[in-house]
């Protein structure tokens, strides 16, 4: 449908919405990933479920094409789309903890800090992503690795139940016992199946944790990424490390004399006492030669995960690309370093997410994401505030991206899928499972009205 030959139909929402003649459309359709440029017709700003049920509904029967938006940090831009409806839940903000239960629930506009923010004076965490503004929404629904999987598993392995909207407008809940093969399939499985309104996650004991960052220069990441890859299967699963390349940024607060050095940068969270920390971490620092900057101290949960934040704001260029991990052979490293040595801009990086530990323990049929025996999710991101760069960026993140590749298994984490990937690549993504994800998609959605995702078709 064209804004130009059809008059936009009227929706009537409790919440917004937003047209193209709207004096706020330019601003609501942005996505975090400045590199993306898209004009939908309209931007249901939804208030509550019965926003979104209305939504889905006029969406179907005005056949429009419709995106569904978290928090609209996806790489690709699949929050939104062009000449279609964008069902946009980000004014959905709602957090209620249960201390007792050491429960949450979730609505889907929350970033990851604002789960945070919720669940920390209560001493609790849910394992989340390591930049705070991402969504929960995206995040969850993809898989989501960070800080505390090693000891607490991914995202999903602390979801309990989903309230979601389907394709023919009904709302159903998802949970062991009411459609547990639709709670399967939204435990990675993206936003192929419908609208969620509501996560309820398992919450732990998290309060303040020792870690933060410390970097090396370059010269010495052969040795860094080599004691790394033998130390972390032995480490405690309280502590998580993750790994990069890349530079310093030329800003406050890094050291003037360090800016714009290429550096190997370890990131790490134990979940205890600075001094079981330190203990922890002695066998990889001792190893190591003394770091250019060290930044580990005991901080709040919420402040280790929202340190990136200022780095990574709203509007930069990206093109990314993952693979999952299972080795690192020296072969592999000097891979790595060849292209990092490449990197066309500061912000450009290469990080390793640790998913091994309690992400193993879950088996590989039991929830939609598969990969429960790679060592890492890796993502190569190339970032740039100017839109000049786009290109530059662009071409250094594919190509660092197929020289690393063949030292890796196949398949990737679809959170950090570009849109381009082709269906081998999703298909790769879920393995042995993408069979009776096709199957559950069938049931759920035959029609593929949720298809402006990493798509799994229908059986
Ligand atoms: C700076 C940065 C850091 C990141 N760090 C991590 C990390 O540490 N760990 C990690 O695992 N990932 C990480 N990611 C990747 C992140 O998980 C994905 O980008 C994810 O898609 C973001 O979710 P969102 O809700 O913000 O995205 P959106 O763009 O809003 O949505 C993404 C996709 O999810 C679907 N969707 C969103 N909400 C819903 C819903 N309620 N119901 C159904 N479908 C829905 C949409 O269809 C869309 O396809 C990071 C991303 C960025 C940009």
Redesign the pocket.
């Known amino acids: 449908m064209n804004q130009q030959t059809i008059a936009t139909p009227a929706l009537s929402l409790h919440g917004p919405v937003i047209d193209r003649a709207h004096p706020e459309y330019d601003e609501a359709r942005k ?2 990933n400045a590199m993306i440029d898209k004009r939908p017709m309209m931007i249901a700003r939804c208030a509550d479920a019965a926003d979104v049920i209305a939504a889905v509904n006029f969406g179907r029967d005005h056949k429009l094409p419709i ?9 690709p ?3 939104s789309v062009d000449d279609g409806l964008v069902i946009d ?1 980000s004014a959905m903000k709602g957090v209620r903890v249960d201390p007792g239960a050491r429960t949450v629930r979730v609505e ?1 506009g929350c970033t990851s800090g604002d789960v945070d923010h919720a669940t920390h004076p209560f001493g609790l965490a849910v394992p989340f ?3 705070s503004t ?6 969850t ?6 800080y505390l999987s090693r000891k607490f598993g991914l995202t999903i392995d602390n979801l309990i139940e989903a309230d979601v909207v389907l394709a023919d407008g009904s709302f159903v809940t998802a949970n062991q016992t009411k459609n547990p093969d639709l709670l399967w399939a939204l435990k990675g499985g ?2 192929n199946f ?4 509501s996560f309820l996650f398992q919450a732990h004991p998290v309060g303040m944790v020792f870690g933060g960052p410390i970097a090396w220069d370059q010269a010495h990441a052969r040795t860094i990424l080599q004691t790394y890859r033998d130390f972390l299967p032995k480490a405690p699963e309280e502590l998580c490390v993750v790994i990069g390349l890349k530079k310093v940024p030329s800003n406050s607060p890094f050291p003037e004399g360090a800016w714009g050095h290429r550096i190997c940068l370890a990131v790490s969270c134990f979940n205890g006492p600075e001094a079981e920390g330190r203990k922890a971490l002695a066998p990889f620092l001792g190893a190591l030669p003394p770091p250019a900057l060290d930044w580990t101290g005991m901080m709040p949960y919420p402040a280790l995960q929202s340190m990136f934040d200022g780095l ?1 704001p709203k509007g930069l260029q ?1 093109w990314w690309k993952g693979d999952f991990v299972d080795a690192l052979s020296d072969a592999a490293i000097d891979a790595h370093l060849a292209q990092a040595a490449e990197t066309p801009s500061e912000l450009s990086l290469m990080h390793l ?1 640790p998913i091994d530990g309690a992400v193993h323990r879950v088996g590989k049929a039991d929830t939609a994401w598969s990969a429960r025996d790679a060592r890492w999710s890796m993502v190569i991101a190339g970032i740039d505030p100017s839109p000049d760069k786009a290109e530059s960026v662009t071409r250094w993140a594919k190509a660092y991206w197929t020289a690393v590749h063949p030292f890796n298994p196949g398949g990737g ?1 679809t ?2 899928m570009m849109a381009d990937e082709g269906e081998a690549r999703v298909k790769a993504a879920y393995g042995e499972n993408y069979a009776r994800l096709a199957a559950i998609k069938a049931k759920y959605d035959p029609t593929n009205l ?1 298809r ?2 990493q798509n799994i078709r229908p059986a």
Not at 67 to 75: E, L, M
Not at 141 to 146: K, V
Not at 194 to 197: E, K
């Open positions: 996505l975090y995106a569904v938006r978290g928090g609209g940090h996806n790489g831009g699949l929050g839940l889907p992503g390591i930049v991402t969504g929960v929404a995206g995040l629904l993809g898989g989501g690795s960070g993206g936003g419908g609208i969620v309104t990574y990206w997410y984490y959170n950090f949720f402006v995702n």
